[in-house]
């Protein structure tokens, strides 16, 4: 089991930079995903840094910023298929594995609840 927060445990502010720098880097490249993003993610990088935050237990820079994260609700724009979640997953593995953050249990417990978050933001089967 993990001792305190995720957020901690995952190296705080330094941590989550480094996770969602690495993760819009492939994301930017996946062909999956390309085509729902902005070509500029900088914004988009800096609100996944608020909610990543607060997913794992940090203060709730997302929620302050932009109320309650409805994070489904504010997918429903986009059509994610089961293989578009697969390839934000696989772009979030990968970018979990560039990291080499230190707490290899901390990371699993991130990309297990991130796994199930991923199929809950499905709503297209094409
Ligand atoms: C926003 C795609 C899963 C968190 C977005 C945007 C897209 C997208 C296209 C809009 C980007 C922008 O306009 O800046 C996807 C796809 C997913 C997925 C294809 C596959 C399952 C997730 C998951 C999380 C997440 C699992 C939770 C960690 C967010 C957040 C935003 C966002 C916090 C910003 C919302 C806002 O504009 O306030 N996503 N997403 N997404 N996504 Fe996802």
Request: hydrophobic share 35%; glycine share 6%; net charge negative.
């Amino acid at each position: 089991y993990l001792k305190g927060t995720l957020y901690d445990a995952l190296g705080g502010e330094r941590g989550i930079e480094t996770i969602v720098e690495q993760f819009y880097d492939r994301v930017s490249e996946h062909p999956e995903l390309i085509p729902l993003f902005p070509d500029d993610l900088t914004d988009t990088r800096r609100k996944q840094k608020q909610f990543l935050t607060q997913f794992c237990g940090g203060p709730a820079l997302f929620t302050r910023e932009h109320g309650h994260p409805r994070l489904r609700a504010r997918h429903l724009p986009f059509p994610i298929t089961p293989v578009k979640a697969e390839a934000w997953l696989d772009c979030m593995g990968r970018a979990l594995q560039a990291c080499e953050l230190e707490n290899d249990k901390a990371v699993q417990e991130l990309y297990q609840r991130l796994t199930l978050t991923a199929q809950h933001m499905i709503n297209s089967q094409v």
